[in-house]
């Protein structure tokens, strides 16, 4: 290990995360001269981590709730892992992450320390449970107001609404937060959409949760089978993701099960490279109405140059050009979904201005070089 080498940690809530949302940067940092850690919860891609000769350190951290031993437990551990490598750089990624990774470089004096908000997820929804959703806000805009308090820290969030809250949580000076779009995505040699004659695909993939607009599109694709049924198309409507059991919005197996037996959607499950499936599909579907940042699907989407249908939700919204490079629709509207994807599956030359359209969009502002370019400069300042 060469310990002239600056050091960079990230600080992930799992592996498998990391590796979708943040390796190429890691890969970057890399390039640059820093020697890697990587700190997360092991679900089985260590080996892939250590085979770009990343060190990852497993943490324990679970997902869901917010069991105090759990959470001191990780906490102790975090401030002994950081004061033994001493990083230059702390970049911590989603809620826990940052709000224990914040509070332990406290007790630390890391030169930088960086802070991705990819959406706030459940930390600050409603889930339906009063008392439990008062005490978790409470908890939650607390711990982040105590990050204030590290002499050189940046937030990085991924849409305005997220902007705007942060900075009122937060009392964040303007050069402590910044906007990156997203995770980024590459941007491979295009080949213009042609339009099926028959049977369009119609897609989403996400993890299988109620609060990605899973049952909306389920009842969707019913719907517009049924109206198209005595036309000439015939769409396919495709499902691709895991359950994400950690999360209580996750549709369980028997509802999959059903929902299979039913015949209106194909389920393929978790597929690694998801571009060539979007490649296959006339428009890619996320009813979201999920806490989030801006869905990577849909910078996926727009790079592929298919049109897509989202909700006007914070994050959704962001992704798309609304009318320009997709369609917006009401949160949890099964109708106005309904709609709009037929509209667009019976009007399938719009389908392929909105593609085009979107892989501009995306050339602009979701490339992986620049939302890397973005995270350099601020890593530059520590």
Known sequence: MNINKKKIIFFANVDWFFIS??????????????????????????????????????????????????????????????????????????????????IAALFCRIPLVVFAISGFGVALENTGNLLADLLRKFCVKRLYQLLRFLPKKVFIVQNVDDHRRLKRIVKLKNNEITLIPGSGVEIKPFKK???????????????????KGLIEFVKMAGEVKKQLSETDFSPEFVCAGNSDFANPASVTIEEINFWRRNGDVKWVG????????INKSLIVVLPSY????????????????????TTDHP??????????????????????????????????????????????????????????????????AS
């Open 21 to 102: 949302h943040r390796i190429n940067l890691a890969k970057q940092m890399q390039k640059s001269g820093y020697q890697i850690f990587i700190l997360c919860a092991v679900t089985g891609k260590q080996d892939f981590l250590k085979s770009h000769g990343f060190n990852v350190i497993k943490l324990d951290l679970h997902r869901r709730g917010m069991n105090p031993i759990n959470i001191l437990s990780c906490f102790l551990k975090t401030i002994f892992i950081l004061r033994s490598i001493k990083p230059d750089i702390m970049h911590a990624i989603t809620t826990k992450p940052n709000l224990i990774g914040g």
């Open 315 to 380: 994050g959704c919204r962001d992704a798309i050009i609304n009318n320009i490079t997709g369609i917006l629709v009401h949160p949890k509207s099964v109708d106005d979904l309904t709609n709009k994807v037929k509209f667009l599956i019976l009007n399938q030359e719009q389908c392929s201005m909105m593609g085009m359209a979107g892989r501009k969009l995306a050339q602009k502002k979701f490339s992986i070089d620049a939302i890397t370019s973005a995270h350099m400069r601020i890593y530059s």
């Open 290 to 309: 999920y806490g989030e940042g801006l869905p990577k699907i849909l910078a996926e989407a727009a790079a592929c140059g298919r049109a897509v249908v």
């Open 270 to 277: 978790h597929i690694e490279n998801i571009v060539p499936l």
């Open 193 to 211: 959409l042609k339009l099926p004659q028959h049977a369009p695909k119609i897609l989403f993939a996400s993890r299988l949760l109620k609060t």
